[in-house]
């Protein structure tokens, strides 16, 4: 599981960086600027989850090789920005898969630090989704998932089946169950368009 | 003092519920962004503090109570979305109570961590008025504690009153004049539409 | 050195809550929202650099120093409000200069904090920039830091040259080429309009 698990993380991270890149590239950011938001954008929502449960310094800084894949990633995008919109789909499932997993790591740590499970879940859902919430308010948009997109609602249905599946299997199997239910949600969500209702 | 506290603060967290709650209800959000700004208004200036002085994970993580009465607070206000208009002056009240407690809450927090005093009452301020903050800049407004509303003015008065009277009162009875000056002050600024000058 | 970069210390937090004040005054903001720009624009990088290591109580918080600088500098500010634009060179300066100065301090904390050469740059410019971040996005723009200005530029390559100039020379001989470096590339970009491309 663990390097399978890496793995994700590692694609998970890439996908969220190329997905803050393009939106700073369509504000006409400069040069830094897009490096910027793509940083922000991948390793935000850790950041805040570790900064509200005290695990400092936080995580990208005690790790070098989550900084030099996002910058890598950022290089890459930026030199290709005219074809990256050929790769819509496997962005989204990279995505998808990255939402998935950064959930699951934000309620483990939230578990480890002995909290509610209700708190763990919430802690998994800022992991996966406050990295786009920084990205929107400083491009100076509410953020898209106070508005219409299923990505908390997919981190909170994924955090209660990994909960649930404690009880009965594995950490391995549980971990891969609410991957795979996170993701689902969020590629069932963007293909048929789901919404939340606004009111 | 403890109970009577307690309830204040309680009812202090609705109130604030119930305008962030309010104010992303008159942005068009989708249920899950109502919520969210719900529970940021009112638990974003404690969460501020705590990561301010280090006292993590943050108080809301730690009890679960408070998300609780959060959560109930904005499905009900949802659901009498239509109504709540009529219960401005009771809404005013809480609100400016809770304004209080929350501001003396955040000065005892920096005495216990051994702050100066000027730094007790920036972060009794911070602890009262941060939540509005963090409520305006992710519904892209200019935070309207900037603007209009004698907010701080109040807790910073109020934390003058305390920091006074704990010289020659007990400690109860200080917090009680505080709360008071605070909720005085906020509700005649309102009535009598107070404003600090604008430059 | 200490007396020397003590005193750059301060005239960089005068420079940058100028900064911030004089921004606020743009704004319309009331008497309390320029007082809290101006001081946010001068603590926002050192906050955000000591929250993400965990240095907390944040530094403004356990030297009443800061603040008090920053309270008599607003009030200067708010009253020779008229004629601040005829220091605009001045200004230019000791803002490079704080800025140079702030690098270096966000460096030598990550340092002490034993993390990667990289990951201090990182801190250093966020000491330098993220004021200017946190005033932008509060007044509802897009940070001037990812659009134009040089600012995050200057700080890499002064960090980069202060780990450099580590190898070879004294401590005190290494900060004073860093801020220097940093300082005249600033001064540079303004003089001759120098920008990162834009994508």
Redesign the interface.
């Known amino acids: 599981m663990l390097s399978f698990s890496a793995i994700v993380e590692i694609l998970g991270i890439i996908a969220f960086t190329i997905s803050g890149t393009v939106s700073?590239?369509h504000?006409?950011?400069?040069?830094?600027?897009?490096h910027?938001?793509g940083f922000i954008t991948a390793i935000g929502g850790g950041?805040i989850r570790d900064?509200?449960?005290?695990a400092?310094?936080?995580s990208?800084?005690?790790d070098?090789n989550t900084?030099v894949i996002i910058l890598v990633t950022c290089v890459i995008t930026?030199w290709l920005?005219h074809y990256v919109h050929y790769l819509k789909t496997t962005l989204l499932l990279f995505d998808a898969l990255g939402l998935g997993l950064f959930a699951v790591i934000g309620i483990k740590k939230g578990l480890d630090?002995g909290?509610?499970p209700?708190?763990c879940i919430?802690?998994g859902t800022i992991t996966g989704c406050f990295g786009g919430?920084l990205r929107d308010?400083?491009?100076?948009?509410?953020?898209v998932?106070?508005?219409?997109e299923i990505y908390?609602?997919a981190c909170i249905i994924g955090g209660l089946a990994y909960l649930a599946c404690l009880q009965v299997v594995s950490v391995p199997v549980a971990e891969s169950i609410a991957v795979i239910v996170v993701c689902s949600i969020r590629i069932l969500a963007v293909k048929y368009q789901w919404?939340?209702?606004?009111?």
Chains 1, 2, 3 share one sequence.
């Open positions: 700073a590239l504000k006409k950011l400069d040069l830094f600027g897009v910027i938001i950041t900064i509200l449960i005290g400092t310094p936080v990208w800084m005690r070098i900084p930026i920005r630090a909290l509610h209700a708190i919430a802690l919430v308010t400083l491009l100076k948009e509410i953020p998932l106070f508005q219409k908390a609602t919404k939340l209702p606004s009111l």
